[in-house]
Each structure stands twice: as structure tokens, then as C-alpha cells.
């Protein structure tokens, strides 16, 4: 599969000195659909500005559709939506008018059937007359993807466009991203809904205090990275210091539970009695015991943990 | 060139003043009536010092002129401003439109809203007098340099500020003094003479004195030396549009 997006080496210092990318690479596969993940302040949307020409890069390199994001800008532009993160609004406008201007600024004549169907899928219609100062966050979020999506662009980045957005209308938003994707649009999202994350996306990657921690196939990482962990439970609620004893087996604590990671050798066994053993020795015997396999939240919260400095 | 993307934008700018006429087009016109009501009632039958011209017929241009900049000045420091505190100049950003495309844009409703305005004071305000046109080429030439000069102000102006408090300083201590200190209500003859050579560093004297010159066919400075002077002043302010929105000057970290 060829590459959508190929990031090299990207860094980012903002002017308060602040460091957002120290050197990501990252490779986005044509037509998947890609989950960004990280915690706040992990430098994802330092990342996706970038793309999107709103933040200037300190260095690195992006290939997009195998041009050059940086010297072929224009090319590159008119193939690519993003929903930014942030709200934003031109308050002289309606949603419709708003789409019409954006259509023409990409250089698009305005395709009326293809913004009506925007309006309705993202069911704006009742609304696309209306002042857009009138709109709910809700319809202000929404109208945002109608706007990233009316050049029919071939890759779409979407900044957490959940967020603020009903269970309802958020399954049906995805639908609709689900049959973008699947008509060949390349869809690169953040979230902070890992559940939405795991069931959507074929490909993730996870970025932490500006590096990529891992990016492979959504299987793969749970294959190989998510493992089971062995959870232990006591009566009261666990002291950090017993972090640094279980070191081994990448410890997390959850207040009167303890997480251990359980790692399977060559010949295909884990090493459960090993960590068992250990958390009996430091912490004493538990009340339960059990064994969990890793969903992606798991995965994810012991990979940005590990990482901590 | 994105010229349908450029075309977009400039209606997009043109019909934001549009939209909001009462402020953009008859709110100027309706001050522009009470100045000259002042004036008439205040200067009588007065002539102008040395230029043999009515008072009240030197007033009419200067007004004119004066609004046209005020407006060009306003419309596109306005829409920058706006499109900072709602976020809305992302938009801008991701749409593959060069810097020039941007300026060329903004520049060119700056001028549209300009000459709207102008058109409107004119039919409301030359029926009260005899005055006609003496050099249609000098109004127009001063005009659009007049609003491009100004459109790029408030383009650099809209950049800079942080705030509406920012905007307004620039409004209130650089364009203000720059406008009433550039020959509106005066000829510079009637100053002493060392205000006279501090007038010659006002771009907006050989502004408002040119295009007043289209009119009244006098004027206080040598035309082609205005005309040298307010083409380079034209030119030099696309071009630092142009450079600035290029680099993202205080648009982009």
C-alpha cells in the first residue's frame, strides 16, 4: 500500500520555547483509517496545524500523496480536509453560504447536490439558512466537517471532532466517515474515545511528549503489544513507592488495583507465576486475583505511562 | 493562479460590508452631511486663501477622500481582526490561496467598499454646490492608490493587533491625526511655514490634495511629484501585505 502521508524528523518549538514534535516519523497507509493517539499536550495537534498550514514546522519533512507538502502547498491543499480542533466560525455567514465560500476558495465551483448532502448527513439542513452565530457548539463541530469535506478532498484529518457531540450523533458522524473511507478517503483521526478508536480504525499510532511511541495495524498492536495483564486487588489503596519494586512488569495503578503486564517468552509461556510471585512479596496477598487481556485504552495508557520522564 | 478562489474571497469580503449597510455605506454618508451642514453655516460664503475656490466646494472632495480611506481602512482590519478572535483565519490558511491571492483579494474589496461610499457621498452631497469634474484620471487615480494605501493599512494593522484595544490605538493615535492633519478642512498655504514641510511627510496629503485637484483643478502640491510619491506608496504597501501574510507575521507561530 502506497503512502497518504509520510512525516520525517518533525520537530516543533513553539516561540515560548515550549517543545511540541521532537523529530516524529510517521507513516499513514492510502485509504486506511488511522487513529493519532495520545494525551493531552502530546503534540498532536502541533502535528496536525502543521499539516493543515496553520503552524509553521521548525524542521522535518512531510511527503503527502507523494508530493511534497511544503514546496507543492497548493497541490497539496486542494486534496486535503482538515476539522480543526478548536471552533471556529465566520459569524457574517449561514452554514450554506459558508460552505459555497469555502467550495470557492479551494478553487471549486460550488457543487449544490454534494453540500445538500453534506447539510443532510450532517444534518445541518434545518440549520443552513440560519445566521451561524444562532448554531450550537454541536452544530458548529458538525459544520466544521462539512467544511473540511466540501472539496471532496482524497484525505481528511479530523482533530477530536467528537468532541462535545451526543452518543447518537457521534455513532452516525462515524458512519458517515466509515463510508468515506470505505469510497477510498484516506481518514486521520484523534480522539480521546479509545473504545470509538479501536472499533473504527485499521492503523494507530500513539504519540507521547512530542515523539511516536508505536504506529502499526490496530491487530498488530493488540497482538503484540497488548498482552494480558494480571490484576491484583486489595482492601486498601495501593502506594506508589511499590511502582518502582514491580518495575519488571511495567506496573499501573488504579487505586486499591494493581496492574501487571504479563509478557509471553519464546516457548510461548507468560511469565504469570513470576509476577504473581513478586506482587505477593511486595505488597502482600490480595483479596482477588485475574487475569485481563489489553484493550486498546490498556495499551495505550501503559505505552504513554512507560514513557513518562 | 487560484482566480476562482480569489474571486471567492473578494465577494466573500465585498458582501460582509454589504450585508451590514446601515453601518458600512449610509452611516459614512450621514456624517459626511453633518460636517459639511457645520461648515456651510459655520464658513458662509467664505474662499479658500490663495486658492480662489469656495470653501465650501474645497471641503467636498477632502470629505469624500476621507471617508473613501476610513473605509477601506475599516473593512479589511475588521474582517483580520474578527477572523482572529473567532478563529476563523484558519480558514484562510488552509485554502490553497497564495499570499498574493489573499492580498489581491482583500485590497480589491477594500476598494469596491471605497468607491461605493464615495459614489453615495458624491450624489448626496454635489447637488448642494456647482462643482463638476475637472480630471476624471486624477479621481480615480487617487482613489483606488488612496484605498489600496489604506486597505493594506488595515491588513497590516488587523495583523499586528492582539486586541480590539490594539486597533484601536492605532486608530485613534497614527490614522486619525494622519487624516485631520492632511488638508481636509484646510489648505496647507494657510499654515505657517515650518507645518507646511512637516505636512509634505503626510502620505495622506498628497492623497487627499491630488484627488481634491480632479475636482477644483487647483491643489497645494506638484502633481507629478504627488503622483511619483503615491504610486511607490501604493506599490510598497502590496508588497508588504504581500511579504507579511506570506510569512505568517503574527498569524502563525
Same mark, same amino acid.
Given at each position: 500500500?502506497? #503512502?497518504?502521508?509520510?512525516?520525517?524528523?518533525?520537530?516543533?518549538?513553539? $516561540?515560548?520555547?515550549?517543545?511540541?514534535?521532537?523529530? +516524529?516519523?510517521?507513516?499513514?497507509?492510502?485509504?486506511?483509517?488511522?487513529?493519532?493517539?495520545?494525551?493531552?499536550?502530546?503534540?498532536? /495537534?502541533?502535528?496536525?496545524?502543521?499539516?493543515?498550514d496553520t503552524v509553521k514546522p521548525?524542521?522535518?519533512?512531510?511527503?503527502?500523496?507523494?508530493?511534497?507538502?511544503f514546496s507543492e502547498r497548493r497541490?497539496?491543499k486542494?486534496?486535503?480536509?482538515? +476539522?480543526?480542533?478548536?471552533?471556529?466560525?465566520?459569524?457574517?455567514?449561514?452554514?450554506?453560504?459558508?460552505?459555497?465560500?469555502? /467550495?470557492?476558495?479551494?478553487?471549486?465551483?460550488?457543487?449544490?447536490?454534494? *453540500?445538500?448532502?453534506?447539510?443532510?448527513?450532517?444534518?445541518?439542513?434545518?440549520?443552513?439558512?440560519?445566521?451561524?452565530?444562532?448554531?450550537?457548539?454541536?452544530?458548529?463541530?458538525?459544520?466544521?466537517?462539512?467544511?473540511?469535506? @466540501?472539496?471532496?478532498? $482524497?484525505?481528511?484529518?479530523?482533530?477530536?471532532?467528537?468532541?462535545?457531540?451526543? +452518543?447518537?450523533?457521534?455513532?452516525?458522524?462515524?458512519?458517515?466517515?466509515?463510508?468515506?473511507? #470505505?469510497?477510498?478517503?484516506?481518514?486521520?483521526?484523534?480522539?480521546?474515545?479509545?473504545?470509538?478508536?479501536?472499533?473504527?480504525? &485499521?492503523?494507530?499510532?500513539?504519540?507521547?511528549?512530542?515523539?511516536?511511541?508505536?504506529?502499526?495495524?490496530?491487530?498488530?498492536?493488540?497482538?503484540?503489544?497488548?498482552?494480558?495483564?494480571?490484576?491484583?486487588?486489595?482492601?486498601? &489503596?495501593?502506594?506508589?513507592?511499590?511502582?518502582? $519494586?514491580?518495575?519488571?512488569?511495567?506496573?499501573? *495503578?488504579?487505586?486499591? $488495583?494493581?496492574?501487571?503486564?504479563?509478557?509471553?517468552?519464546?516457548?510461548?509461556?507468560?511469565?504469570?507465576?513470576?509476577?504473581?510471585?513478586?506482587? *505477593?512479596?511486595?505488597?502482600?496477598?490480595?483479596?482477588? +486475583?485475574?487475569?485481563?487481556?489489553?484493550?486498546?485504552?490498556? @495499551?495505550?495508557?501503559?505505552?504513554?505511562?512507560?514513557?513518562?520522564? | 493562479m487560484n482566480?476562482?478562489g480569489c474571486?471567492?474571497l473578494?465577494?466573500?469580503?465585498?458582501?460582509?460590508?454589504?450585508?451590514?449597510?446601515?453601518?458600512? =455605506?449610509?452611516?459614512?454618508?450621514?456624517?459626511?452631511?453633518?460636517?459639511?451642514?457645520?461648515?456651510?453655516?459655520?464658513?458662509?460664503?467664505?474662499?479658500?486663501?490663495?486658492?480662489?475656490?469656495?470653501?465650501?466646494?474645497?471641503? =467636498?472632495?477632502?470629505?469624500?477622500?476621507?471617508?473613501?480611506?476610513?473605509?477601506?481602512?475599516?473593512?479589511?482590519?475588521?474582517?483580520i481582526?474578527?477572523?482572529?478572535?473567532?478563529?476563523?483565519q484558519?480558514?484562510l490558511m488552509m485554502a490553497p490561496l497564495t499570499a498574493f491571492e489573499v492580498t489581491l483579494a482583500f485590497l480589491?474589496?477594500?476598494?469596491?467598499?471605497?468607491?461605493?461610499?464615495? =459614489?453615495?457621498?458624491?450624489?448626496?452631497?454635489?447637488?448642494?454646490?456647482?462643482?463638476?469634474?475637472?480630471?476624471?484620471?486624477?479621481?480615480?487615480?487617487?482613489?483606488?492608490?488612496?484605498?489600496? =494605501?489604506?486597505?493594506g493599512?488595515?491588513m497590516i494593522?488587523g495583523m499586528w493587533?492582539?486586541?480590539?484595544?490594539?486597533?484601536?490605538?492605532?486608530?485613534?493615535?497614527?490614522?486619525?491625526?494622519?487624516?485631520?492633519?492632511?488638508?481636509?478642512?484646510?489648505?496647507?498655504?494657510?499654515?505657517?511655514?515650518?507645518?507646511?514641510?512637516?505636512?509634505?511627510?503626510?502620505?495622506?496629503?498628497?492623497?487627499?490634495?491630488?484627488?481634491?485637484?480632479?475636482?477644483?483643478?487647483?491643489?497645494?502640491?506638484?502633481?507629478?511629484?504627488?503622483?511619483?510619491?503615491?504610486?511607490?506608496?501604493?506599490?510598497a504597501t502590496i508588497f508588504a501585505c504581500w511579504k507579511l501574510w506570506q510569512t505568517g507575521w503574527r498569524l502563525k507561530d
Amino acid at each position: 500500500m502506497s #503512502a497518504a502521508l509520510t512525516v520525517q524528523g518533525l520537530t516543533k518549538t513553539y $516561540k515560548n520555547g515550549k517543545k511540541a514534535l521532537s523529530g +516524529v516519523d510517521l507513516s499513514v497507509p492510502e485509504g486506511s483509517f488511522f487513529a493519532l493517539l495520545g494525551p493531552n499536550g502530546a503534540g498532536k /495537534s502541533s502535528l496536525i496545524n502543521i499539516l493543515a498550514d496553520t503552524v509553521k514546522p521548525s524542521s522535518g519533512q512531510v511527503s503527502f500523496l507523494g508530493h511534497d507538502l511544503f514546496s507543492e502547498r497548493r497541490w497539496c491543499k486542494q486534496r486535503l480536509g482538515v +476539522v480543526p480542533q478548536e471552533i471556529a466560525f465566520d459569524p457574517f455567514f449561514a452554514p450554506r453560504d459558508i460552505l459555497k465560500i469555502m /467550495s470557492g476558495m479551494f478553487g471549486v465551483k460550488p457543487d449544490m447536490v454534494w *453540500i445538500d448532502e453534506l447539510l443532510e448527513r450532517l444534518e445541518l439542513s434545518e440549520h443552513a439558512n440560519k445566521n451561524a452565530r444562532q448554531l450550537s457548539g454541536g452544530m458548529r463541530r458538525r459544520l466544521l466537517v462539512a467544511q473540511a469535506l @466540501v472539496h471532496k478532498p $482524497k484525505v481528511v484529518i479530523l482533530d477530536e471532532p467528537t468532541a462535545g457531540v451526543d +452518543v447518537e450523533l457521534r455513532k452516525r458522524l462515524w458512519g458517515f466517515m466509515r463510508e468515506l473511507n #470505505a469510497n477510498g478517503t484516506t481518514i486521520l483521526l484523534t480522539t480521546h474515545y479509545l473504545e470509538e478508536a479501536e472499533e473504527l480504525c &485499521d492503523h494507530v499510532a500513539i504519540i507521547n511528549q512530542g515523539k511516536l511511541l508505536t504506529s502499526q495495524s490496530m491487530k498488530g498492536l493488540l497482538n503484540t503489544v497488548g498482552s494480558s495483564a494480571l490484576v491484583l486487588e486489595y482492601a486498601e &489503596d495501593i502506594a506508589d513507592e511499590s511502582l518502582s $519494586k514491580l518495575e519488571a512488569f511495567s506496573p499501573r *495503578i488504579d487505586a486499591n $488495583k494493581i496492574f501487571l503486564c504479563l509478557k509471553k517468552d519464546t516457548s510461548g509461556q507468560n511469565n504469570f507465576n513470576a509476577a504473581y510471585q513478586a506482587a *505477593i512479596q511486595v505488597l502482600g496477598e490480595a483479596q482477588s +486475583v485475574s487475569v485481563q487481556n489489553e484493550d486498546l485504552e490498556d @495499551v495505550f495508557l501503559r505505552l504513554t505511562n512507560e514513557h513518562k520522564s | 493562479m487560484n482566480w476562482y478562489g480569489c474571486w471567492t474571497l473578494y465577494s466573500r469580503e465585498s458582501r460582509r460590508f454589504l450585508n451590514v449597510k446601515m453601518q458600512t =455605506i449610509v452611516a459614512p454618508a450621514l456624517t459626511a452631511v453633518m460636517y459639511l451642514i457645520v461648515f456651510r453655516y459655520a464658513m458662509g460664503e467664505r474662499q479658500v486663501p490663495d486658492l480662489d475656490v469656495p470653501y465650501f466646494n474645497f471641503l =467636498i472632495p477632502g470629505l469624500v477622500m476621507m471617508a473613501m480611506m476610513q473605509n477601506a481602512f475599516a473593512n479589511t482590519s475588521s474582517s483580520i481582526m474578527v477572523g482572529k478572535l473567532m478563529n476563523m483565519q484558519i480558514f484562510l490558511m488552509m485554502a490553497p490561496l497564495t499570499a498574493f491571492e489573499v492580498t489581491l483579494a482583500f485590497l480589491g474589496a477594500a476598494v469596491t467598499r471605497a468607491f461605493i461610499v464615495a =459614489i453615495v457621498l458624491l450624489l448626496v452631497l454635489v447637488p448642494f454646490t456647482d462643482m463638476h469634474i475637472e480630471h476624471l484620471w486624477m479621481i480615480l487615480f487617487y482613489g483606488v492608490c488612496g484605498s489600496i =494605501i489604506m486597505g493594506g493599512m488595515g491588513m497590516i494593522g488587523g495583523m499586528w493587533s492582539k486586541t480590539f484595544d490594539d486597533m484601536a490605538l492605532l486608530n485613534n493615535f497614527i490614522i486619525m491625526p494622519l487624516t485631520f492633519l492632511s488638508g481636509v478642512f484646510y489648505s496647507v498655504k494657510q499654515l505657517p511655514e515650518s507645518w507646511q514641510a512637516v505636512n509634505h511627510f503626510n502620505p495622506f496629503f498628497y492623497l487627499i490634495d491630488g484627488f481634491r485637484h480632479g475636482f477644483l483643478n487647483v491643489g497645494d502640491t506638484d502633481p507629478s511629484q504627488a503622483i511619483a510619491i503615491v504610486s511607490m506608496a501604493t506599490l510598497a504597501t502590496i508588497f508588504a501585505c504581500w511579504k507579511l501574510w506570506q510569512t505568517g507575521w503574527r498569524l502563525k507561530d
